[in-house]
Structure formats: C-alpha cells, structure tokens
C-alpha cells in the first residue's frame, strides 16, 4: 500500500508521516518516512530539517536510502552530517538498481560510501519492482526489539485522511507542473463530509503568485480538471468510497515565510503536537 506520495521533483516529502508493517511470524516494522536533506533557508525548509532531526530521535534503525545512479555530492555528505549522531544501526539502501546495468558501477559507488563511513549493512534495492526490498525487511527486522506490537495489525499509518488526501492532490500537481511550481504549491482540505454513498471534499491549493495559479488553473480549467480528476480516481481507490471533490486555488505570496500558515498546513500542530517556536 502506497502511504506517502511519490514524485520525479525533489522536496516531495515535506513532513514526516508513518507506515506500519505487520508480519504474522516476523513482527512489526513502524517506517518513518521523512522529508529528504536539501539546502535551502525557508522558514519552511528549517521546518522540515527539524523534522528530520526530531524523526531521528527514538528509533531502533535508521534506513539512509540514496539513488545508486548518483554520485556522492554535497546533498549526500549533509545527511550523512545529519546521521553522524545517530546512536543506533544505520542502513545504507542503494535504491534503483533496475536503472544500473553494470554491477561494478554498484560496487565502486557502495566502496565510496564506505569511506565515508561504516554503515551497519550496505544494501542495494529496486523500490520500483520490489527488487531486494524483503533482504533490506530482514535487515531492519535484525535491529528491532523484542516486544508487543505498538500498533493493531490493522493500523497503517498515523495520518489523518484529510492530510492524505491533500497529500494526493499535491502528487497530482507534482505530475503536471513544473520548475518554481512544485515548490510553490500547498494544499488544504477545508472540508470532509462522509455520507452513506460519497465522501465529499474541498480542498484549496495556495499558490504563491498570479502566473502559478494561472498555470494549475490551466486553459478553459483544464489543468484543474485533470488533477481533480486523478486525484479523486486516487481517493476512491485508497478509501475504497465514491468521492465528490472540489479544488479552489488561492494566492497566497510566500507563504513559506509564513509561520501562521504553516501551523495551519501541519496536521500534527491541528491536532495539538510540536510547538517548538523558530526564527
Ligand atoms: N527506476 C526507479 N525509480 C524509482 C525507484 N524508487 C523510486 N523511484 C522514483 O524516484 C522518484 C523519487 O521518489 P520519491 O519517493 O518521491 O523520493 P524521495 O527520496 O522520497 O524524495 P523526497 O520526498 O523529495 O525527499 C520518483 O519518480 C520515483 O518513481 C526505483 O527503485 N527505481
Ligand atoms: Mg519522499
């Protein structure tokens, strides 16, 4: 099951956000997705470093996943930065094998990183086609206590459906725009109303500028239709309900800088969590 959204622009992953797995005979593995390691000095992009650190904090193994076609560059050495402190296991995944042919390629790029640092295991994987993907389970597995499972066998993620569906519709945006606009784009659900037969949303998608919701509105609408229209099939394949969905798109100019707004788009502050204050 897809629990965080994907996409070919980085800073996809803005907050972190939880999938459970539950193995009858192996246990349980609760995943903590994070946003990845970039520079950048929005109050936004601080926002989610500490997110990061915060993630870091009580686990039993860390996953440190990097692309294997990519050389080591100043991106990298950061979150190796990041990771320098971490007490517990830490995972080196090699993800996207599917895209390298040349096996030597994997080795010298794998003994690079080892002079670095030692991870505690070196594994490549393919996320795309599951390559691998039950070796690096295992190895996660290894690092866990012995313990009661947290969570019902049940229970898959810790976000609330409103975010996930905000979260669809930003993916939808990530497919079909580019440059600034990615970056510039926040979505909110304003409303969720669940009848018998049909959920029913509206949500609003705060551009920065003029010209970006010009281009997400589309000629005649029809940039918006489309990402309403796969967002809402999204939904109805997630949820497993019928759904009704309404997108407005809203000026709203740096809101990156905007401590107010943010709060307002961080579910976890919503329901009353981290209120550490910052610059
Ligand atoms: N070929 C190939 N592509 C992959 C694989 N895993 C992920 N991708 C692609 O890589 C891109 C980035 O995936 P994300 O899951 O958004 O990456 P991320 O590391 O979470 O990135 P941020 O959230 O932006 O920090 C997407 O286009 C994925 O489809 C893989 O194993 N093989
Ligand atoms: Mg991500």
């Known amino acids: 099951m897809k629990l965080a959204i994907v996409s070919s622009k980085p800073q996809t992953t803005r907050t972190s956000v939880q999938g459970v797995l539950t193995e009858p005979e192996l246990g349980q593995i609760v995943f903590v997705d994070t946003p990845g390691i970039h520079k950048s000095d929005s109050v936004f992009n601080q926002r989610m470093m500490r997110t990061v650190r915060a993630s870091l904090a009580n686990l039993d193994a860390v996953v440190y996943v990097v692309d294997a076609r990519r050389e080591i560059d100043d991106e990298q050495r950061q979150a190796m930065d990041v990771l320098q402190n971490v007490e ?3 995972i080196l995944a090699l993800n996207k094998i599917d895209k390298i042919p040349k096996k030597e390629k994997l080795i010298a790029l794998l003994s690079d990183y080892q002079q670095i640092r030692e991870f505690t295991a070196y594994i490549p994987i393919s996320a795309a086609n599951g390559d691998q993907v039950d070796v ?5 597995f290894k690092h866990l206590p012995e313990g009661e499972p947290i969570f019902p066998e049940d229970h898959v993620t810790d976000q609330p459906s409103r975010f996930i569906a905000a979260e669809m519709i930003r993916e939808k945006l990530l497919d079909s ?3 600034e ?9 304003e409303k969720w109303e669940e009848t018998p037969n049909i959920i029913r949303v509206t949500a609003t998608i705060f551009v ?18 489309k990402i ?3 967002a809402r099939l999204e939904l109805e394949k997630f949820f497993e309900q019928k759904f ?19 709060n307002e788009l961080d579910w976890r502050k919503m329901i009353g969590g981290d209120t550490t204050s910052e610059k």
């Open 181 to 189: 606009v990615p970056h510039s784009v926040a979505v909110f659900v």
């Open 208 to 225: 920065e500028k003029e010209g970006q919701k010009a281009i997400v509105i589309g000629q005649g609408g029809a940039m918006i239709k």
């Open 177 to 179: 725009t580019e440059q």
């Open 88 to 90: 517990v296991p830490v």
């Open 136 to 140: 690096l389970k295992n190895e996660i």
């Open 228 to 230: 309403g229209t796969e």
């Open 244 to 262: 009704y969905l309404e997108l407005f798109v809203k000026v709203r100019p740096n809101w990156r800088e905007n401590i107010e707004f943010l």
